[in-house]
């Protein structure tokens, strides 16, 4: 069995606050991925009330993840000077400002500057939350972290199912995004105050350049996220294109991918616990491998699905595990190391979608992706940089 042996130095909190903290912080997970389904689902919205083209579109998310990569870092500090709760708070509070904003905001240039906001209020909040989940993780004394991602990817699920209702309610002008929006200030302020606050360490690092264990770390999210990144804007395309479905029934193929992924992360601390967070590391990058092979190679609906739902299983655990790690780095503070490992892990979101497209544009989506399913090896073949920081 694993347990987890922390090295950072906090006074232990009453057993009924740290599960006060537990299920707060569970619900600004499930928040934040609920604001970013909601978002999506008003994405085509949003681009025919600003009149832009798919160039222009582009561009807009780019400029969301932009904000959130470029401001990562500056939650590692802050999360030093002021502890993670004050930041989870305060970046939450603007996520569900901005949510809000961005999708009723007029108008090309305060268009893109709200998306920036809200791209860069995403990223401060998720490495805030992933520090005090750490925290919350390492005061219980057993995983944790798999379930926190898990009350995320439900989130999102909700969220993307909410914004659906309420476009078909003839709310999609904004007024749905408006009321999600004000939904969620309501309910940051109100598991605030029950979040797990621990005194910042003053002489630890915030946030440093990736080297060493760091740039390890980074490196491996950095593979993990581009194969969620690659599901998200190719895997319909790729089961159109090789298992000859329509467009409908393409789309399930990403939804068993979620779904699995949703439900592997909610078990995920039992088989932490069960089978160390080496045993896990290996089988998620083999899994992730082997998924995205059958997904590329069959021409059968149903076995590329089965290979996307099994990409879900295998890469569930594999990033909270290596937060979990960067959060325990020593001599750095849980938020810069969240921080200095997340920057570069999200660029992951931010590179592969495009350099797929560039590969694809001179064989096909298959081989591209094909190409991708390497990263699983890699991340099985240095899995053991995640138990020495566990």
Known sequence: MSRIDDTRSFERAPAATVNAARWSVSTIFLLNGAGIGVWAAHVPLVQARAGIDTGVLGFLLLTI?????????????????????????????????????????????????????FGASNGVLDVAMNANASEVEAARGIPTMSSFHGFYSLGGLIGAALGGLLIAAGLGDGRGALMVGVAIFAAVLACGGRL??????????????????????????????????????????????????????????YSAFSVTMAACRFAGDRLVLRFGPLRVMIVGGLGMFAGLMLAVVSTAFWLSALGLALIGLAAANVVPLIFAAAARMPGMSAGGGLATVATLGYAGLLMAPPLLGAIAAHTNIAVALGILSLSGIVIAANARIVKRNN
């Open 196 to 253: 797990l606050a621990v005194p910042p360490a003053p002489h630890a690092s915030h946030f440093a350049l990736p080297r060493g264990p760091a740039l390890f770390l980074g490196l491996l999210a950095l593979l993990c996220f581009a194969i969620e990144g690659a599901l998200v804007d190719w895997s319909a395309l790729l089961l159109k294109e090789r298992t000859q479905v329509d467009a409908a029934t393409a789309a399930i193929g």
């Open 65 to 117: 993840a932009g904000g959130a990569i470029s401001a990562m870092p500056l939650s590692g500090w802050m999360a030093g000077r002021w502890g993670t709760r004050a930041v989870v708070v305060g970046s939450g509070l603007l996520f569900a400002l901005m949510s809000a904003v961005l999708m009723n905001v007029g108008g090309l240039l305060p268009l893109f500057l709200a998306a920036y906001v």
